[in-house]
C-alpha cells in the first residue's frame, strides 16, 4: 500500500515539473475616464486566480496598472476610484481654507486669470497643473515609496511618456512612482507636462498607447490586455470639428492597433464608444463594462492557471496610518522662495508627527500660493521604524504678472466690468500688488500691496475709490429736528468714499488673522434734494477727512464664500477715529466696534444651514452721523458700516448701533443651482445697549426666497424678500463675484 502511495506522488510530481510555467504579462492601454474599464478587467482576472507577473501601461492604464503593480486589487481599485472627487483633481480644486486671507479674497472676485508679460497674453500649458492628482496618488502609493526601481515593485511595471521636445517615446521604470505614471497620464491641454530630469513628458499615448511589444521584451510569456482606445466614427457621427479632430488623431493609433492586437494573446476589448476621455461621473458603468467584456474571455484566462504553479498575489501591506513621523526634510528647486518660506507654507517641521490630514492641508497651502508651478514630493522611510524623511521639489511660476477680468451687476452699484492687473515679487521676492479698475455705472479702484512673511508681521498697503446713487434714509444725515422741520424721511445722495491704509497683519493660532493699522478716510456725501443758496451746487452733507487707526482680527474656514456647506467664519473690527478736517466743525473723538460671526453645516449633502449674528455699537461723541450703522439691502463687499438686511432697501434701518441675527437654508436641487431660503431680524438705532433694546425682540424682521446659479462669473441671484413691518416686498439681483 506504502510502495503505491508512494509511486503516485512521485507520479505527481513529475507531472507538475512537466507543467510548463510561464511568465504572464499585462498590457493596459490610455483612454482617460474610458481606462476605468481596466479595474473591472482586473476584478474578473483577480477572481480568476490568475498571477500577474509584469505590468505595462500607458496614460491611465499607466495609473492603474502602477496602483495593481504596487498591491492593489480590482476590487480596491473600484472602492477607491468611486471615492474620488474627478472634478476636484481635474479642476486643480484647492479647498477655499488653503489659501492666505490675502489670496483668498483676491481669488473671489475674477472670472478670468491669464499670465501677461511683456504686454503679451500667455496662455496656462494646461487647464490643471495635476497637484490634485498627484496627491491623490502619492498617499496610495505611500506603502511603496522606498522603491526606486519599479521592477522591485510587488509586481514590475513600466509606463510610456512622450518627451515633447524630441516627440520620442521615454520608457519609465524607475525614480519617483508617482510622478511617473502622472508624467504618462498628462492628458495633453487637460494636465501641463511634467518634468523628469532634463525631459519634459506629456502623455505616453501620444507615441504608444498599448506599449505590448516592450512587455514582451521583459520575458512575458503569455500577454493580456485590454484595450479602451476610440475607435473609428462613421460619417454620421462626425458632426462636429472637435470630432473630426479627434478622428485625425486617432488614425495612427488604431492602424498599430491592428497589428498589436494580433500580438496579443488574449485580447480584452470593453465596449467604450458611448464615453469620452472626461467621462469620469459614468465611471460606474464603464467600470460594469468593463468587467462584461472579461467575462466574455473568462475560458481563454482560465487556460492561463494551466501554466502557473502559484496563481495567488501575496497581500502587501497598504494601510496609512493617520499620522506620520518626518524627521528630515530636503527641498530642491527653490531660488527666490527661501526653505523658510516652503516650510512655513507646509507648517511643518522636521523631528515633528502630524497627521496626514494635515500634511495635505500643507501641500494645499503651499500651492495655493501660485508662486509654484508644480510641487512634487516622496515620502520615504526612514531608518527609525515608522519614520519618513521627505524629499521635496519644487518648481517656482515663471509669469509674475497676470491680468484679471470679471463682471458684476446689483441693486447699489448697478452695472460694472473689472480690469485688474496683479503683480508678484514687485519689489521683493515675497510682495503682491493688485490694481482694480472698476468700469461702468460708477467708477471705482481698488489697489492692495502686500509683503507676505506668513506667521511673522506682514506689512501692507490699501487704497479704495468707491461710489454709488442712492436715496437712503434721512436718519443718516440729520438729526431729529431737521426731519421734523423738513419733512423728509428719505434723500437722494451721491456717496464718495476712499480709504486708504497701512497695516500690519499676522497669523495668529494658525488660523485667525490679527491686524493692526492706521487709516485715512475721505468722505463726502452730497444732494441735490435740498436747495442751497446757489442753485447750481449741490448740497453738502459731508465733506470730510478722517484719521483713524484699528484693529482687525478675522477667522474663515468656509468651504465657499457664497454657498458654504461648513465652516465657521468670524470678522472683529474695532476703529478709533481721533482727527477729522475742518468740515467737521467741532469734532470729537469716538470709536466703533462691530463684529459678525457664522457658522455652516450640512444637514445632508444637499441641504446646507448657515446661522450668524453681528452687531457693533459706537463709544465716545455721537454727533459724527455718516460713519454710523446703516441696515438693508443684499450682498457682500458692502463699505464702511453698511450691513445687508432682506427685506428692506439698502440704507434704510439707521442708527449708532445695532444688532442681527440670520438664517438661510441653502438646498442644491442640481449642482450649481441653489434654492434659499432665509431670514433675518434686527434691532437698530441709536444707544441700544445703554437702553437695553439690544435684548429685546427684534424691531425689524425680512425673509426672503431665492434661486442661484454659481457660475465661473460668480453667482447669479435673484431674491424675492419680504417685511412683515413694511407689509411690502422687494427684489434683488446680482450678477457675478461681489467687487
Excluded at 201 to 220: C, M
Aim: glycine content about 8%.
Amino acid at each position: 500500500m506504502l510502495s503505491v502511495f508512494v509511486c503516485v506522488q512521485m507520479h505527481a510530481q513529475f507531472h507538475m515539473q512537466e507543467r510548463p510555467t510561464k511568465k504572464v504579462g499585462l498590457v493596459l492601454s490610455g483612454g482617460g475616464a474610458k481606462g476605468l474599464a481596466h479595474i473591472g478587467a482586473l476584478q474578473v482576472i483577480d477572481s480568476l486566480g490568475i498571477k500577474i507577473d509584469y505590468v505595462s501601461g500607458t496614460s491611465m492604464g499607466a495609473i492603474i496598472g502602477a496602483l495593481y503593480a504596487s498591491g492593489y486589487s480590482g476590487n480596491e481599485l473600484d472602492s477607491i476610484f468611486r471615492q474620488i472627487n474627478f472634478d476636484a483633481i481635474i479642476n486643480d480644486a484647492l479647498p477655499r481654507a488653503s489659501k492666505a486671507f490675502y489670496e483668498r479674497g483676491n481669488s473671489e472676485k475674477y472670472a478670468i486669470s491669464l499670465p501677461f508679460e511683456n504686454f503679451k497674453i500667455k496662455l496656462p500649458s494646461a487647464l490643471s497643473r495635476g497637484q490634485n492628482a498627484y496627491n491623490a496618488l502619492s498617499k496610495l502609493l505611500l506603502h511603496v515609496s522606498h522603491i526606486d526601481s519599479f521592477d522591485n515593485l510587488p509586481i514590475p511595471f513600466f509606463c510610456i511618456a512622450t518627451n515633447i521636445e524630441t516627440g520620442e517615446q521615454v520608457i519609465l521604470n524607475q525614480g519617483n512612482l508617482t510622478q511617473s505614471i502622472l508624467a504618462s497620464g498628462a492628458l495633453p491641454s487637460l494636465f501641463q507636462p511634467v518634468v523628469i530630469g532634463d525631459m519634459v513628458l506629456t502623455d505616453g499615448g501620444v507615441v504608444n498607447n498599448y506599449p505590448i511589444d516592450e512587455l514582451r521584451a521583459k520575458g512575458a510569456d503569455i500577454i493580456i490586455g485590454i484595450d479602451v482606445q476610440d475607435g473609428l466614427r462613421k460619417r454620421d457621427e462626425l458632426t462636429a470639428a472637435p470630432d473630426v479632430l479627434r478622428q485625425i488623431n486617432n488614425f495612427r493609433t488604431i492602424n498599430t492597433m491592428k497589428v498589436k492586437s494580433k500580438k496579443t494573446d488574449i485580447y480584452i476589448k470593453p465596449d467604450i464608444k458611448d464615453f469620452t476621455v472626461v467621462s469620469f461621473d459614468e465611471g460606474a458603468l464603464i467600470v460594469k463594462n468593463g468587467k462584461e467584456a472579461a467575462l466574455d474571455k473568462a475560458e481563454e484566462l482560465k487556460t492561463i492557471l494551466e501554466h502557473q504553479e502559484r496563481p495567488y498575489r501575496a497581500k502587501v501591506k497598504k494601510e496609512i496610518g493617520d499620522s506620520i513621523q518626518i524627521n528630515q526634510i530636503y527641498v530642491k528647486g527653490n531660488k527666490r522662495y527661501t526653505r523658510a518660506y516652503v516650510l512655513g507654507k507646509l507648517k511643518i517641521k522636521g523631528g515633528e508627527k502630524i497627521s496626514y490630514k494635515t500634511f495635505e492641508k500643507g501641500v494645499n497651502n503651499l500651492v495655493a500660493t501660485n508662486n509654484f508651478d508644480s510641487f512634487y514630493y516622496e515620502i520615504v522611510k526612514g531608518e527609525q521604524e515608522e519614520a519618513y524623511n521627505l524629499f521635496a521639489n519644487v518648481s517656482e511660476s515663471q509669469p509674475t504678472t497676470f491680468l484679471k477680468l470679471g463682471i458684476h451687476y446689483d441693486d447699489l452699484y448697478k452695472s460694472a466690468a473689472l480690469i485688474n492687473v496683479t503683480k508678484k515679487r514687485f519689489l521683493f521676492n515675497n510682495d503682491i500688488a493688485s490694481l482694480d479698475v472698476v468700469l461702468g455705472d460708477h467708477v471705482r479702484y481698488n489697489f492692495e500691496y502686500l509683503i507676505d512673511k506668513g506667521f511673522y508681521w506682514s506689512i501692507g498697503l490699501r487704497s479704495r475709490y468707491n461710489a454709488f446713487n442712492k436715496g437712503i434714509s434721512a436718519q443718516l444725515l440729520l438729526d431729529e429736528n431737521e426731519i421734523e422741520v423738513s419733512g423728509i424721511n428719505k434723500i437722494d445722495v451721491e456717496l464718495e468714499d476712499q480709504t486708504n491704509q497701512f497695516y500690519l497683519q499676522t497669523l495668529f493660532r494658525k488660523d485667525f488673522a490679527l491686524g493692526l493699522g492706521f487709516e485715512h478716510k475721505r468722505l463726502e456725501v452730497k444732494s441735490e434734494t435740498l436747495s442751497t443758496t446757489n442753485p447750481n451746487d449741490a448740497f453738502l452733507f459731508e465733506n470730510t477727512d478722517y484719521f483713524s487707526v484699528f484693529g482687525t482680527l478675522k477667522l474663515d474656514t468656509y468651504d465657499n464664500r457664497y454657498f458654504p456647506k461648513r465652516g465657521v467664519y468670524f470678522d472683529g473690527d474695532v476703529h478709533l477715529y481721533f482727527a477729522a478736517s475742518h468740515f467737521n466743525e467741532g469734532f470729537e473723538d469716538f470709536s466703533i466696534a462691530k463684529a459678525k460671526m457664522g457658522y455652516a453645516f450640512s444637514i445632508h449633502d444637499k441641504l446646507a444651514i448657515n446661522l450668524g449674528v453681528s452687531g457693533g455699537f459706537k463709544l465716545g461723541d455721537k454727533s459724527t452721523q455718516t460713519l454710523d450703522f446703516a441696515l438693508g439691502g443684499f450682498g457682500n463687499n458692502l463699505i464702511n458700516n453698511f450691513i445687508p438686511f432682506v427685506g428692506y432697501d439698502f440704507i434704510s434701518l439707521t442708527g449708532n448701533s445695532y444688532v442681527k441675527a440670520a438664517a438661510m437654508a441653502d438646498y442644491e436641487i442640481f449642482k450649481n443651482h441653489h434654492i434659499t431660503l432665509e431670514g433675518n431680524w434686527a434691532n437698530v438705532e441709536d444707544d441700544i445697549f445703554e437702553t437695553g433694546e439690544w435684548f429685546t425682540l427684534p424691531d425689524y424682521r425680512g425673509y426672503a426666497i431665492g434661486y442661484a446659479l454659481d457660475t465661473f462669473i460668480g453667482p447669479i441671484q435673484a431674491k424675492y424678500s419680504y417685511s412683515t413691518e413694511q407689509k411690502k416686498s422687494i427684489w434683488y439681483f446680482n450678477v457675478g463675484f461681489w467687487f
